[in-house]
């Protein structure tokens, strides 16, 4: 996406509503002392640490997102891979604490950092990285902006690396782990442009990423009506448990959705009829959504942005 790209009404360009408020779930507050902050066994090899809900700072890493592997009878795959270098490596140590075997693969969920600039502490694994399809024009778009605001968040030395997928998923794809078969989704525009999940076929637990938010409020950087389209997809896929990309390691898939699925609607009804108003989007990032201020943490970092986002998209329909 070009830097010059033309302004809004409200007079942000196009970067700023991507960058400005750098989506820092889309950079992450936690020490590695912080209570919870392990992988535990969520599934018969599955391993999830649960990220904090927080923002990025000196001290954590990045370290904000869930993330964990899975081990198969011939090789691991790793869930997602940290928000930075020095977080990839954190977890690739505690692969190796608990298995020896290759790990064969590394998932890139999404464009955020937080989800994906682990990767390269897996470089030397030589791991096919999955992805969306979408993925790689997305990295070339705001990868190198990333790694610079982490460089200077917690120094080019932990920061990280841009990653590119070389498993591209275009609709659908298949992993076997050796008696373990992952199932990938590309999905359509919802949370980003190149959203991916994962199903895991021997326990059923879906891996939604960030198009699952639970207690974390989620961010919008994609399309407010794409993801509600994409919510349903993922009711249809039948999983009754999940590992959201934020929240606890493990939920019940249904009230989460539901939870979701009420903050969407909120946020894309409300944002119609401030539009159908004429009321000025410095209005409507002060009064869209308020209902929801006590359900989430971080609200007040993120709503306002997830309306000005929701504008971009509804004031067109």
């Not at 360009?13 to 820092?24: H, N, W």
């Not at 790793?78 to 075997?101: C, F, M, Y």
């Not at 999404?110 to 989800?115: C, E, F, G, R, S």
């Not at 399309?223 to 493990?250: C, F, I, N």
Request: hydrophobic letters at 40%; charged letters at 25%; glycine letters at 10%.
């Amino acid at each position: 996406m070009r830097a010059d790209a033309s302004r809004s009404r409200w007079g942000t360009t196009r970067r700023d509503a991507l960058f400005g408020g750098l989506c820092l779930c889309c950079l992450p507050t936690l020490g590695r002392s912080a209570e919870g902050f392990d992988l535990q066994e969520v599934g018969p090899g599955i391993f999830i640490r649960r990220g904090p809900d927080a923002e990025a700072t000196p001290a954590n890493n990045d370290a904000i997102a869930n993330i964990g592997f899975i081990v198969g009878d011939e090789s691991v795959l790793v869930t997602e891979s940290g928000g930075s270098l020095a977080d990839g490596a954190w977890l690739r140590g505690e692969i190796r604490k608990r298995t020896d075997k290759p790990i064969s693969h590394v998932v890139l969920t999404h464009v955020h950092p937080d989800h994906c600039f682990g990767a390269a502490a897996f470089a030397e694994d030589k791991p096919v990285y999955v992805g969306h399809h979408a993925l790689r024009a997305a990295l070339d778009a705001r990868g190198e902006y990333y790694r610079g605001r982490l460089a200077e968040i917690l120094g080019a030395d932990r920061a990280g690396s841009v990653v590119y997928p070389t498993l591209e998923v275009t609709d659908d794809a298949e992993v076997d782990l050796g008696g373990r078969i992952l199932r990938f989704t590309a999905h359509g525009a919802a949370h980003t442009n190149c959203d991916l999940s994962m199903r895991d076929a021997a326990s059923g637990i879906l891996f939604p990423a960030d198009l699952l938010f639970v207690a974390r409020i989620p961010s919008l950087d994609g399309s407010l009506v794409g993801w509600l389209k994409e919510v349903d997809r993922l009711r249809a896929m039948g999983a009754t448990q999940a590992v959201p990309g934020h929240g606890p390691r493990l939920v019940d898939v249904a009230p989460a959705l539901d939870d979701l699925t009420r903050y969407l609607t909120i946020l894309r009804d409300e944002t119609r009829k401030a539009i159908a108003a004429d009321v000025p989007i410095e209005k409507a990032v002060q009064t869209v959504g308020q209902s929801e201020r006590d359900r989430w943490v971080l609200f007040d970092t993120y709503n306002g942005r997830n309306v000005t986002q929701a504008f971009k998209e509804l004031e067109w329909e």
